[in-house]
């Protein structure tokens, strides 16, 4: 059921019937057959006619249209068309009896509700640039863009006496999904508050049963990212956490050093040596870490780690570090304390004292946390990334 209070009258210039919902502050009523501008405080003397009105190409709403926004019904009441800088808007006069007036602005799909402001901004909107920052009752704005715009249509009834052809200037300051703006004639200004709306929305609420495909980029338009915003936003807890538990790992858990002891050097066939050395190891089951640097690449043969006593092989290296390879590093464990040999063939003339060999137990590897760490920071700087690729085609809209 309505709110609104529905009165009929007819147009003193046509005699057609017209429809009337809005309250006592309407200065102008339209007549949307006619065209003819009526003053309702004068028994609607008419005020002007403008013949042949082209209406706007698609209006997704009519007036008597009703829908709730914000929690209000509101029901639209007027219609205005503007042209301003090649493009093209519609306002929606809406009127709610308990809330009264309010702009619903339709432009290329997407939805601005709008309401008259009292506050006064820090600056003059019309002194900026575009990005200048200004500031409107603690809120900051960045201001967008000034222009000016023509009316191209306008019928029903509204709280401004309208005409064809009438222009404004109007400047524009965001903080998306909001806005401040200011609109001038050669008579008076005032300021206006705006938000952005989601099409979902107003079409749902005012039963629109199509919907016309909105343009990608609006200067209101929140960014949104079905996948990045919300990986993002949960991964920048773990940049912290991975980065302190990584360097906590790198700084006191780097394990106990194991001083390897040189045992043989053996000459054997076609030019090869056969080196090994053993090391003791007291803690079983505990991660052990070995790198190997031989200065020189492709040096090792057939290198591995066995029990000293019974041979069992611990770890094999296969039959050749990788050509181009100068360093080799293995993670292992053993089931028992006790001595085991690392050994290796080596091509002849390679220096055993060159080879550098560093073991340690107790190690425990930051690597699955570093892992975690370059996944968290490379999610944060990819939604960074598409969010100023959005900001940047947002800006392109603005003025100079």
């Given at each position: 059921m309505s709110e609104t209070t529905v009165r009929s009258i007819k147009c003193t210039s046509c005699s057609a019937p017209l429809m009337l919902n809005a309250g006592h502050k309407i200065k102008s009523i339209t007549?949307?057959?006619?065209?003819?501008?009526?003053?309702?405080?004068?028994?609607?003397?008419?005020?002007?006619?403008?013949?042949?009105?082209?209406?706007?190409?698609?209006?997704?709403?009519t007036l008597g249209a009703q829908g709730k926004l914000k929690n209000v019904l509101f029901t639209v009441v007027g219609m205005i068309e503007w042209t301003g800088e090649g493009e093209f808007w519609i306002d929606y006069q809406i009127f709610s009896p308990t809330h009264g007036y309010a702009w619903l602005v339709y432009e290329s799909g997407?939805?601005?509700?709008?309401?008259?402001?009292?506050?006064?901004?820090?600056?003059?909107?019309?002194?900026?640039?575009?990005?200048?920052?200004?500031?409107?009752?603690q809120q900051k704005f960045r201001f967008f863009d000034s222009y000016q715009a023509k009316i191209i249509y306008v019928i029903g009834e509204l709280t401004w006496v309208a005409r064809i052809d009438d222009t404004t200037s109007l400047a524009e300051a965001i903080d998306p999904p909001y806005q401040f703006s200011a609109e001038r004639n050669?008579?008076?200004?005032?300021?206006?508050?705006?938000?952005?709306?989601?099409?979902?929305?107003?079409?749902?609420?005012?039963?629109?049963?199509?919907a016309y495909p909105a343009a990608k980029m609006h200067r209101l338009k929140?960014?949104?990212?079905?996948?990045?915003?919300?990986?993002?936003?949960a991964a920048k807890p773990f940049v912290l956490i991975s980065l302190v538990i990584t360097l906590f790992i790198w700084l006191f858990l780097q394990g106990s050093t194991i001083k390897p002891e040189p045992v043989a050097m053996t000459k054997i066939s076609k030019g090869l040596t056969k080196s090994s050395y053993d090391f003791s190891v007291k803690h079983p089951n505990q991660l052990i870490i070995m790198t190997?640097?031989?200065?020189?690449?492709?040096?090792?043969?057939?290198?591995?780690?066995t029990h000293k006593t019974s041979?069992?092989?611990?770890?094999?290296?296969?039959?050749?570090?990788?050509?181009?390879?100068?360093q080799v590093e293995s993670n292992f464990a053993v089931a028992k304390a006790g001595v085991y040999t690392?050994?290796?063939?080596?091509?002849?003339?390679?220096?055993?004292?060159?080879?550098?060999?560093?073991?340690?137990?107790?190690?425990?590897?930051?690597?699955?946390?570093?892992?975690l760490l370059l996944f968290s920071i490379g999610m944060v700087i990819a939604a960074f990334m598409s969010r100023s690729a959005f900001e940047k085609k947002r800006w392109e809209l603005a003025g100079d």
């Open positions: 007549c949307r057959y006619c065209g003819a501008v009526m003053n309702p405080h004068e028994d609607y003397k008419l005020l002007a006619k403008f013949l042949d009105q082209a209406p706007p190409s698609y209006s997704p709403l997407n939805w601005v509700f709008l309401r008259r402001s009292r506050d006064l901004p820090n600056k003059s909107l019309w002194n900026l640039r575009a990005k200048n920052k200004v500031k409107v009752n050669a008579n008076e200004q005032e300021y206006y508050f705006g938000e952005y709306m989601e099409a979902d929305e107003i079409e749902r609420e005012f039963d629109l049963s199509s929140p960014y949104k990212s079905k996948f990045l915003q919300p990986l993002a936003k190997i640097n031989t200065h020189k690449a492709g040096a090792l043969l057939n290198a591995k780690i041979h069992k092989i611990i770890v094999q290296f296969g039959q050749n570090i990788k050509k181009g390879v100068t690392f050994s290796f063939d080596a091509k002849m003339p390679l220096p055993v004292d060159k080879i550098q060999l560093v073991i340690k137990e107790n190690y425990i590897t930051p690597s699955y946390f570093v892992l």
